[in-house]
């Protein structure tokens, strides 16, 4: 009997603990705020202006899933961490969600008890180096320093990189982005390797960006987007469906500002929740993902205030045609700030567009005359609009359309 009992008591504790942690909308709900996970600094992804008022791609999510869960997307309390710091805070339940430029990876996946829960940046891995070095290919860089950041993804990257190119380095490794940055501006390293998007960021927030060169090589494929712990559905489900409104609403035309007009379009009705309940299976009200695309946007509107072509950050976003003529969404590639691109890789872009170079023209003007012309051998109601950021294999109707 007392074997009994306490076996009743240890099953009580795990009920206890699993009901904690699978309560996580019923806490945000009950304080009011999501607290998100963030870098401690990012142009362009996840970084605060003198004001303390936080902006950036991972900020948005964060913010969608506040406007989707609390109808208030500002409802947001943002935790800077290191990416030492991010997954203990997450695994101890000091913040809800992280939305800090993170690599999906297996392990991470697997053995952390964390959920990866989409994908709203593809990105890879790159080396910037000083101009006045003079080196144009990451393959000269045998014996160089190389500025890297703890506890990412980067390290690993590197050195499987390097053993599978022949090429010897020394690291220098910091546990601060800042604190990488501070290094490789001080000298005590020769290059600077992170994710290309990363490389941009500081690049532009240099007093001369004419002085760093982002060299050509991508050395890795790093899918990055927000993550949860796991044990939590309904949480999990929430802000992934957060990312997906964002995402469908761009492939409806849904915008901001047209997201009050109704259409004949039953998808764009249940998106915006004037049908359907589909918000029933994840707990939330009919309005939820009207909030999100209202109150934060469509994924183009935030991929291209924060990090688009007219943003310091220079990010433009290529799609290509398919052998029928329609645009075939792809993963997110990057022409990045255009007008830096080396002589070397001018080739390569009027190539990848079909065009040749006008020495009147800057590469940022070849890539608008390109994005034109693309648009111009379309038809005048495309099937699906043409600046899908990832291929989306979900719809929202899906659920109350079981197929047997």
């Known amino acids: 009997m007392k074997q009994l009992l306490k076996l009743s008591a240890a099953s009580l504790l795990v009920v206890g603990a699993l009901s904690v942690q699978a309560s996580t909308l019923g806490d945000v709900q009950a304080k009011g705020y999501v607290s998100c996970g963030v870098s401690k600094g990012l142009a362009g992804f996840s970084s605060a202006d003198s004001s303390g008022t936080w902006t950036g791609v991972d900020v948005d999510v964060c913010r969608a899933v506040a406007a ?15 990416a030492k710091e991010r997954f203990t805070a997450l695994q101890s339940g000091e913040i809800d969600m992280l939305s800090r430029n993170t690599t999906w990876t297996i392990t991470r996946d697997a053995s952390l008890g964390l959920n990866f829960a989409g994908v709203n940046y593809y990105d890879g891995q790159g080396f910037m180096v000083k101009s006045s070095l003079g080196v144009s290919s990451a393959m000269e860089l045998s014996g160089a320093a190389v500025c890297i950041q703890a506890g990412t993804t980067t390290e690993l ?62 050395i890795s494929k790093e899918p990055l ?35 009050d007009e109704v259409t004949n379009n039953p998808e764009r009705e249940r998106l915006m929740g004037r049908s359907g309940s589909t918000h029933e299976y994840v707990g939330l009200t009919p ?7 209202k109150q934060v946007g469509n994924y183009s509107e935030s991929f291209e205030r924060n990090i688009g072509i007219n943003t310091p950050i220079g990010i433009a976003r290529k799609w290509e045609e398919d052998h029928q003529g329609a645009i075939d969404t792809k993963r997110i590639s990057h022409i990045q700030n255009p007008d830096s691109i080396e002589v070397s890789q001018t080739q390569n872009l009027e190539s990848m567009m079909s065009v040749k170079r006008r020495p009147d023209l ?11 012309s693309r648009r111009s051998k379309l038809p005048p109601k495309p099937s699906r609009p043409l600046e899908s950021p990832v291929t989306n294999t979900c719809k929202l109707e ?3 359309k079981v197929s047997t």
């Not at 309904?234 to 469906?241: A, C, K, S, Y």
């Not at 309005?287 to 695309?293: E, G, P």
């Not at 800057?362 to 005359?369: A, G, M, P």
Request: charged share 15%.
């Open 68 to 82: 989707a869960t609390l109808g208030d997307a500002q409802k947001v309390k943002f935790v800077p961490l290191t």
């Open 157 to 218: 990257n590197l050195a499987d990189w390097g053993k599978a190119n022949g090429i010897e380095y020394n690291s220098v490794v910091s546990d601060t982005n800042a604190q990488t940055l501070t290094n490789y501006d001080a000298g005590r390293c020769d290059v600077l390797t992170t994710d290309a998007s990363g490389l941009y960021s500081m690049r532009a927030a240099a007093s001369d960006p004419s002085e760093h060169v982002v060299l050509p090589e991508i």
């Open 225 to 259: 987007g927000p993550v949860v712990r796991q044990g939590d559905d309904q949480w999990f489900n929430i802000v992934r469906w957060s990312l997906n409104a964002m995402i469908t609403a761009e492939e409806l035309g849904v915008t901001s500002a047209t997201v």
């Open 287 to 293: 309005d939820w993902t009207y909030q999100i695309v």
């Open 362 to 372: 800057t590469n940022s003007q070849l890539v608008s005359i390109w994005f034109a």
């Open 398 to 400: 899906s659920v109350e």
